[in-house]
């Protein structure tokens, strides 16, 4: 198989491996590289069909490049699933072959796991005749342990050409997240109220004393004071 020259990979497309339709549309669209999914929006019973889906592709791809060296195709990557999981070897089992350009590794947290990854693809490269080297990684930090140690992970392969950040927000995380929002939120309306209220006070007392202006439309007023301090909070959320 030709090898496309080396190019930046600045648009994504996302696709779901179990999704024919989905992929094949997905290689004819000008974007610079697609990443086949084989974990989370793969359901567990439709993970080895879209293994076999995503290799037939492949299978396709390295075909027609091969018979048309000139043609450009997006960068084809993988997801798989997380190191250390029976799905990453299966995984590894059905996509290394032609026509694979990379792998997407979610939640790596050390190099230890990165090492893991170099292990088995260098035997999958020689066992389907791809050249070593040549299936790069992308790597997902989606943990703070992972993103304490992104340095030395980024850094540990030849083979990884970037890494992502992501987030695994479990419910019990939600539960947090909304009630910090709340409060902080609570916090900062309740602190405007008091600080638009106190000022449109001093500012009524002051122009009514030195300029005989009448604002006593605001003074006084808790409804009008609560619509200008909620007027205040949108507008801060807004810069």
């Known amino acids: 198989?030709?090898?496309?020259?080396?190019?930046?990979?600045?648009?994504?497309?996302?696709?779901?491996?179990?999704?024919?339709?989905?992929?094949?549309?997905?290689?004819?669209?000008?974007?610079?590289?697609?990443?086949?999914?084989?974990?989370?929006?793969?359901?567990?019973?439709?993970?080895?069909?879209?293994?076999?889906?995503?290799?037939?592709?492949?299978?396709?791809?390295?075909?027609?490049?091969?018979?048309?060296?000139?043609c450009r195709t997006p960068a084809r990557y993988v997801r798989t699933n997380a190191v250390g999981t029976p799905g990453m070897i299966s995984d590894l089992n059905a996509v290394v072959?032609?026509?694979?350009?990379?792998?997407?590794?979610?939640?790596?947290?050390?190099?230890?796991?990165?090492?893991?990854?170099?292990?088995?693809?260098?035997?999958?490269?020689?066992?389907?005749?791809?050249?070593?080297?040549?299936?790069?990684?992308?790597?997902?930090?989606?943990?703070?342990?992972?993103?304490?140690?992104?340095?030395?992970?980024?850094?540990?392969?030849?083979r990884v050409i970037g890494i992502t950040f992501g987030a695994e927000i479990e419910i019990s995380a939600w539960i947090d997240t909304v009630c910090s929002f709340l409060v902080v939120t609570s916090f900062n309306f309740v602190l405007t109220y008091f600080v638009v209220s106190a000022y449109l006070d001093r500012l009524c007392e002051f122009l009514f004393r030195t300029r005989g202006v009448n604002l006593s439309v605001f003074r006084g007023s808790f409804r009008r004071k609560v619509g200008l301090a909620v007027l205040f909070v949108a507008f801060a959320a807004m810069t």
């Open 1 to 70: 198989m030709t090898e496309q020259p080396k190019r930046l990979l600045r648009s994504w497309m996302f696709v779901p491996g179990d999704r024919p339709r989905m992929i094949e549309k997905a290689l004819g669209l000008p974007v610079d590289a697609i990443m086949f999914d084989l974990e989370d929006s793969v359901a567990a019973i439709e993970k080895d069909n879209a293994r076999r889906q995503i290799a037939g592709t492949l299978d396709a791809v390295a075909a027609r490049l091969k018979a048309e060296p000139g």
């Open 97 to 158: 072959r032609p026509g694979l350009e990379g792998l997407v590794i979610p939640k790596v947290d050390s190099v230890a796991q990165v090492r893991i990854v170099e292990d088995e693809l260098g035997r999958h490269e020689v066992a389907q005749h791809v050249p070593g080297g040549s299936v790069k990684l992308l790597l997902a930090i989606e943990s703070p342990t992972g993103l304490f140690n992104a340095f030395a992970i980024a850094s540990s392969s030849p």
